[in-house]
């Protein structure tokens, strides 16, 4: 078995929002666990924390997509649904970096890649993902490398 403490972690918020009554809080734990069960079957594979990580932030950039779809059809009760959805799933993800530590990391990753174009924004952005992935928004982060190769 991966060694993974995100998925015991759910499955402890799982029981304890079905001991509290909580509905949509249980609705999109179990939700998660859908999903994660879903990429293991498909796969044949156990997930590990990176790989649930990457899964939440995925969750995460869906809801945020959905809330602004929702808000710009005039939907804001289906709106506000997504964004309680997203708020959930962001507490199991590790605290957010800061722009300045943002900035660190991918000033680290064009000097380690030696990059200097905006040819080579794969070869940073192979190295800074690993990094932020689940604490950072990569849109943001994409845009930032990308300014700074051109």
């Given at each position: 078995?991966?060694?993974?403490e ?14 509290a ?86 000033t680290k ?12 924004m ?29």
């Amino acid at each position: 078995m991966a060694d993974s403490e995100l998925k015991p972690r759910i499955q402890n918020a799982v029981k304890q929002a079905m001991r509290a009554k909580e509905k949509e809080r249980l609705a999109t734990l179990r939700m998660m666990q859908a999903e994660f069960k879903r990429i293991e079957v498909d796969e044949r594979i156990e997930l590990d924390d990176a790989r649930v990580l990457a899964v939440l932030d995925k969750m995460i950039k869906q809801r945020r997509d959905s809330q602004t779809q929702y808000e710009d059809a005039g939907r804001p009760e289906l709106a506000e649904q997504e964004q309680k959805e997203a708020a959930i799933i962001a507490e199991f993800l590790p605290a957010a970096l800061t722009a300045e530590e943002i900035e660190a990391i991918i000033t680290k990753a064009i000097s380690d890649a030696g990059a200097s174009s905006a040819q080579e924004m794969g070869k940073v952005m192979a190295i800074v993902k690993p990094q932020i992935q689940g604490r950072g928004d990569m849109g943001q982060v994409s845009k930032l490398v990308k300014e700074r190769l051109s």
